[in-house]
T-cell receptor
Framework: NAGVTQTPKFRVLKTGQSMTLLCAQDMNHEYMYWYRQDPGMGLRLIHYSVGEGTTAKGEVPDGYNVSRLKKQNFLLGLESAAPSQTSVYFC????????????FGPGTRLTVL | AQKVTQAQTEISVVEKEDVTLDCVYETRDTTYYLFWYKQPPSGELVFLIRRNSFDEQNEISGRYSWNFQKSTSSFNFTITASQVVDSAVYFCALSEAVGAGGTSYGKLTFGQGTILTVHP
């Protein structure tokens, strides 16, 4: 099992460019999450999904869109990147039962110039 | 709404000292889970412990111990005889339960993190 993987690991964008971050999990988990981590602020939830075809906004959704077309994948899109979106992005997944265990990916470091 | 506060932004100790990282949380739910994660310089999140709200037993794992007190809404983490390899950012996090009245779908609320530096 690979667990939770994220692609890419690093990316540098120019302001206004778009990109998609891919999160994939092979544990058949229903729930998936995107967080961003900024210095001094911990991790904050951007969007989440409770199943294939469903998404919902988290704490800091502005400037991001997500899609969950397949159960194993959760995509995070930036349509027009801004320097304020420079951050480390973590994806996580969890099962519907068995407590609140979340499995985290290794993170994607994004810099927007 | 959930909230997690880690009052210590940075802690610096010398190797072999004991160090306690504080965590205070707020939630309206009676069923919830508390976590500690470690983030070493390499950047990944390393799970350390999960505690549910009905289990107030303190836990010890090697040099690590956790003190959960519902009366003060605290879940503190102590490292005994610290080592240089303990240098990292430590996060406390809270998750409300899915089902049983919870509507948060298990998302985690993190504290802002405590940067621990252990000097040789």
């Amino acid at each position: 099992n690979a667990g939770v993987t994220q692609t890419p690991k690093f990316r540098v964008l120019k302001t206004g460019q778009s990109m998609t971050l891919l999160c994939a999990q092979d544990m058949n988990h229903e729930y998936m999450y995107w967080y961003r981590q900024d210095p001094g602020m911990g991790l904050r939830l951007i969007h989440y999904s409770v199943g294939e075809g469903t998404t919902a906004k988290g704490e800091v959704p502005d400037g991001y869109n997500v899609s969950r077309l397949k159960k194993q994948n959760f995509l995070l899109g930036l349509e027009s990147a801004a320097p304020s979106q420079t951050s480390v992005y973590f994806c996580a997944s969890r099962a519907t039962s068995g407590g609140a265990w979340q499995y985290f990916g290794p993170g994607t470091r994004l810099t927007v110039l | 709404a959930q909230k997690v506060t880690q009052a210590q932004t940075e802690i610096s100790v010398v190797e072999k000292e004991d160090v306690t990282l504080d965590c205070v949380y707020e939630t309206r739910d009676t069923t919830y889970y508390l976590f500690w994660y470690k983030q070493p310089p390499s950047g990944e999140l390393v799970f350390l412990i999960r505690r549910n709200s009905f289990d107030e037993q303190n836990e010890i794992s090697g040099r690590y111990s956790w003190n959960f007190q519902k009366s003060t809404s605290s879940f503190n983490f102590t490292i005994t005889a610290s080592q240089v390899v303990d240098s990292a950012v430590y996060f406390c996090a809270l998750s409300e339960a899915v089902g049983a009245g919870g509507t948060s779908y298990g998302k985690l609320t993190f504290g802002q993190g405590t940067i621990l530096t252990v000097h040789p």
